[in-house]
């Protein structure tokens, strides 16, 4: 018989640095917060199992009528 009941409570904890990661110094320039060290971003997490996901963002300013455009219709 297929399981029909499922009882389960999940904790997530969650951690964001927004900033230039310089991997010599092991550290993230967060701007605003200053520079810290990712061993103490991470010490919290120390011997958990952790997902770890980066993204690049890359902002573009356009003007209108530009080629390079992502918004034209073919």
Do not use: C, P, R
């Amino acid at each position: 018989m297929a399981k029909t009941l499922t009882y389960k409570k999940s904790t997530t904890t969650t951690l964001k640095a927004v900033g230039l990661l310089d991997l010599s110094q092991e550290t993230i320039d967060t701007g605003d917060s200053g520079v810290i060290s990712i061993s103490d971003l991470l010490s919290d997490f120390n011997d958990e199992i952790i997902e770890l996901s980066i993204k690049i963002k890359e902002d573009k300013e356009l003007s209108i009528g530009d080629d390079d455009n992502d918004n034209e219709s073919d």
